[in-house]
Structure formats: C-alpha cells, structure tokens
C-alpha cells in the first residue's frame, strides 16, 4: 500500500484514513479525536522532515526503530509547555483563585488539584511552587498526567527544562527550585516528590473526583468539538462543587452551564 504526501482531493482523504488506521495501530492513538485539518498539515510536514519518501518507508521505520516511534508520538501529541505559560492567568490563579480555595479548604490538609495534559511536567511543578508559596505546610495533592509516556518519564525525572521552558521562574525560585547547573535545567527532588505523576489518556480513561482545581491548558484546542464536550462533561464530573477550572488562554467555553459550570473570568470555570 502506498501513501501520497499531497492532501487536498477525495483520494488525499482515503490516504489520512489509511495513516489514521496505521497510527492507531501502530503509535496508540486514535487521530479521530484530534482537528482534521490541523493534523493533516502536520503530518504532511511531519513526512518531509524526515525525509522520507513515503508513508509506506516511514511506517517500515517506525517498526524497527523504536526511539523514531517515540519521537512520532511526542510530535503528535504536542509536548510543548513552560513554567507560568501565559503568566498573567497564572498570576490571577496564585492572587485570586488560590485564596479562595485555600479558604475553603479551611482546616482539611490539603486541596486536590489536577494537572490534565502535564506534558513534562512544568504545569503541576508550576502548581507544587505557587502552593508552597502561599501555604507552606498544607499538605496538598497534585497530580499530573499526559498520554505520553516519554513526556511522564521525564517529568518523574524532574526534567529536563531548556531554557525557554523555565523563562518564567524568578531568579529566586530558581534558586529555590532549580538543581545547582544548567541548562539543561531539572527541579530539586523536593518538589518533585510533592506531584503524582501519571500516565492516562483523557479521552477514553476514567478520572479521579473530588477535585478543588482541574488545569487544562493547551490540550483540548487540538480536538474536534465533540471530544472537547466530552472532556468538560468528565472535567465538572471530577470536580467538587465550586471547583475550579482552569483552560488555556486561547480557549474558551461558549456556553458553560452547558457542562454546569459558570465562567469566573478569563480561562476560569467554576462548578455550579
Ligand atoms: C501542548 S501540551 C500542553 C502542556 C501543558 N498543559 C501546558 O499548557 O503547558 C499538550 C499535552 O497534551 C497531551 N495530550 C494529548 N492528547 C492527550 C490525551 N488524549 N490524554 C492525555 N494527554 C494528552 C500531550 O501528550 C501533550 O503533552
């Protein structure tokens, strides 16, 4: 079977249901839940960087090396992040939302809070300082979790960060945070041992409940409409009521009370 690298005609269309069916078997994931179109670029640059001539040669490749399998699936599933991405947001969650659910949480040890989507790990490590921060001896419950191993392997590791990955930290918290050196960047293993971390695919896993704050940035933006509603039904169903969640800068939910919730502000979600 042969794969064409052109998109664009009805036959492109039977070649992306090809690759679809190969990936699924071959990486584990199911491109049904991701954007057509967005993915069908990707792949098509994806092909040309490799420099191979064929879906066909590409997908022989993958058989036998094993590190190639892992770079594919890490570039499909989009592992880019950084500590404090999109500060602002993080600032009004360490300001505003944090504090309120401290308030809540009263004399209880801790919150629950949950990093969905965590990639290498700088989202719950961003979520582990702010709370030592701001309420230093609680005793809170953080977990992380990606559909990508390699990215999990290496959050549990502590990294590594390079440097646009840790361009939010404060020279203070680096001291703090940051093992002596780098880059290549890792945090102390004090704050790694304050996240659980892993591995769990958001579409078709089961969740935890009871959360206080769910945080689920820059994942969701890659799926079709109805794998997004799918997630904000399971989202509310894990939180407690009057938790939070907290979606990337770029998203939106159009009708919140759709999923019972009500929007408290940009990137914002509260459980009704
Ligand atoms: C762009 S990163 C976002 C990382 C982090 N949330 C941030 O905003 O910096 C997207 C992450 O979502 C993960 N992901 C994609 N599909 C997933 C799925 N079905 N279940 C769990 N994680 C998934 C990818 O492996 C990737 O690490």
């Known amino acids: 079977m042969r794969f064409a690298t052109q998109w664009g005609n009805n036959m492109d269309l039977e070649v992306y249901n090809r690759i679809k069916s190969v990936v699924k078997t071959s990486v584990g994931i199911d491109l049904d839940h991701y954007k057509d179109e967005q993915m069908r670029r990707r792949l098509d640059s994806w092909l040309v960087r490799s420099g191979m001539k064929s879906w066909d040669d590409y997908f022989a490749r993958i058989k036998v090396d094993a590190d190639e399998l892992l770079k594919f699936r890490n570039y499909l599933t989009i592992n880019v992040t950084e500590f404090y991405r999109d500060a602002e947001r993080w600032k009004h969650l360490q300001n505003v939302v944090f504090p309120m659910l401290l ?21 719950p490590f961003t979520l582990g300082m702010i709370l030592d921060e701001i309420s230093p001896g609680k005793k809170h419950y953080i977990l992380g979790t990606d ?3 390699g990215a999990i392997a290496r959050a549990v590791s502590g990294g590594a960060f390079i440097q646009e990955e840790v361009r939010g930290l404060s020279q203070a918290q680096r ?8 880059p290549p960047y890792y945090v102390v293993e004090s704050l790694i041992k304050r996240i ?4 769990q695919n958001m579409i078709s896993d089961t969740f935890e409940t009871d959360f206080d704050l769910i945080v689920c940035r820059n994942v969701v933006i890659y799926f079709t409409s109805a794998t997004k509603d799918l997630l904000y039904r399971k989202f509310t169903a894990s939180l407690r009521k009057g ?9 939106i939910i159009p009708h919140p009370q759709d ?14």
């Open 259 to 272: 999923f019972g919730l009500r929007s408290i502000g940009i990137s914002f979600y509260q459980r009704l």
């Open 243 to 251: 938790g939070i969640l907290f979606i990337g800068g770029t998203e």
């Open 175 to 182: 001291s703090i945070y940051l093992r002596p050196g780098g």
């Open 103 to 123: 308030r809540e949480n009263g004399t209880k040890p801790g919150l629950r809070v949950w990093s969905a989507g965590c990639s290498i790990g700088a989202e």
């Open 196 to 199: 659980t971390f892993h591995e």
């Open 147 to 149: 559909l990508d191993k």
